[in-house]
C-alpha cells in the first residue's frame, strides 16, 4: 500500500497547488489511484505574525503542531510546499515524529541531477535572504544568485500583497520575467521558483531560463516516497 502523505499548508494557494499535483499525476501514473493524503493548514496569519517577526522558532513550533496532528491520524511521512517556512522547519525537524521532505533539498537534487553550477532563485524576501535555498544548494556543489535589494522587497510585495490571494496579474508576470532576464545575463543556468505561488505566475514559456518548480518538485518528491 502506497503511504499516507501528509501536507503542512501555510499559504492557501500553494497548497492546493502541491495537494493537486499529488492527486493528479498519481492518478495519471496508477488510473484514478493516488495516495492517501491528508493536508492540516494553521491560519496564515499565525504564521505571518512570526515570519514578520523573524521569529523562525516560533514558524518551526507551528509546523511541528500540525505535523504532531498529521501523525496521530497516520501520515507516514509530511511536507511543506511553502518556502519561506522552512527556516523555521530547519530549527525543529529533528524533533518531528514523522521524517520531512525538504523543499530546497528537493530543488537542490533536481539541479544537480540537470548539472547546474549556478542558478538564480526568486521568492519572499525572508527566503532570498535567509539561508535555506543558500544551504541546500551549496551542499550540492551548486552557486545561487538572489536580486538585488529592491528587486527582492518588490517581489516579496508582490507575493504577500497579491499572488497569495490569487491575483497573477500580467504587469507582475513582466517584473518576474526582467528579474529572471538578469539572472540569464549573470550567468545562471535555470532559475528556482523558490515560492509556492510563483509557478501558477511563470510558466516555462515565461521564462528565459529553464524553471526549478518548487511545488511540483516537492509534490512528485512525495509520490515517490510514498510508492517506493
Known sequence: MPKHI?????????????????????EAQNGYAHPEVTLHNLSLADYMRSIEAEDWPEVGRLLLESAEKLARIGASFVICPDNTAHQGLNLVREKSPIPWLHIAEEIAALAKQR???????????WLMEGPVYTEALTAQGIACEFPNREVRQRISALIMNEMVFGRFAPTTRQYFQDAIQVFARNGCQAVVLGC???????????????????????????LRAANP
Request: a neutral charge; one cysteine or more.
Open 115 to 125: 548539472s547546474y553550477s549556478k542558478v538564480g532563485v526568486l521568492g519572499t524576501r
Open 6 to 26: 501528509g501536507i503542512v499548508g501555510v499559504t492557501s494557494e500553494g497548497a492546493a497547488l502541491c495537494y493537486r499535483t499529488i492527486c493528479q499525476e498519481g
Open 196 to 222: 509556492t505561488e510563483i509557478p501558477l505566475l511563470i510558466q516555462a514559456h515565461d521564462s528565459v531560463l529553464p524553471i526549478l518548480d518548487s511545488t511540483r518538485t516537492l509534490a512528485r518528491a512525495a
